[in-house]
């Protein structure tokens, strides 16, 4: 909704010009979430619940949450306030802050199906290939954690390894499964980076979201 306002340039003639008038973001229907963001990065964006609406299961008012930062939103400055599906959207842990949620269970969700794909037995060499050096760094870490021995060609020409993990398209599309199999998988997700998983692979501070104030109906 707009509305009209004056606005004069000395010597020319008076006009009126639209303004523009935030409309109210309703409150939720049944089964979705007003959402705030509050960070994005690497695929995700990170918030809390505003309000939610009737018949959503684990969500409150206040509640930490992350939900895919899909194509659309990409590159565009959001909302204050946006209204999500519940499905689409997955608790964050208090011990998990925004920039550890942004830098990590994107690519964090990619790591823990790639290794998963190729069992390896504790002491064995393991090689992660990727075009992607944050999934690359995070897969090796999370095999690492799990007794490989990682092999990295680029330091190590002779080394040769038992298994090798590669970053496939079809392998990404498994982290994009049921709500509770993508829930499962972000706790995991999540237990890796308390217990230090990812430690050495640097965090991003991500994109803070300072939208313009949107209303609440």
Not at 9 to 35: D, I, N, Y
Not at 66 to 74: E, G, H, I, L, V
Not at 105 to 132: E, K, M, N, Y
Not at 139 to 164: E, F, H, K, N, Y
């Amino acid at each position: 909704m707009t509305s009209m306002t004056d606005s004069h340039t000395p010597g020319a003639p008076l006009t009126r010009v639209p303004a523009l008038v935030r409309t109210p973001v309703p409150r939720p229907t049944v089964g979705r979430l007003r959402l705030r963001p509050a960070r994005r990065g690497r695929g995700f964006i990170v918030g809390s619940v505003d309000a939610a609406g009737p018949d959503t299961n684990g969500f409150a008012p206040r509640d930490r949450v992350a939900w895919r930062d899909t194509s659309d939103q990409r590159g565009e400055q959001l909302d204050e306030l946006l209204l999500i599906d519940q499905d689409d959207v997955l608790g964050v842990p208090s011990w998990i802050t925004d920039e550890q949620a942004v830098s990590y269970l994107g690519p964090g969700l990619i790591a823990r199906a790639l290794v998963r794909t190729r069992p390896f037995a504790r002491g064995d060499q393991v090689r992660v290939v990727s075009t992607d050096r944050v999934v690359a760094e995070m897969t090796a870490a999370w095999a690492r954690s799990l007794g490989a021995r990682i092999v990295d060609p680029a330091l190590d020409g002779q080394a040769t390894a038992r298994v090798s993990i590669h970053d496939e398209p079809r392998i990404r599309k498994t982290v994009l499964g049921s709500h509770g199999k993508l829930a499962q998988a972000a706790v995991e997700v999540f237990q890796a980076i308390r217990a230090g998983v990812f430690d050495s692979v640097p965090t991003i501070s991500g994109q803070s979201i300072g939208a313009a104030t949107s209303i609440a109906a």
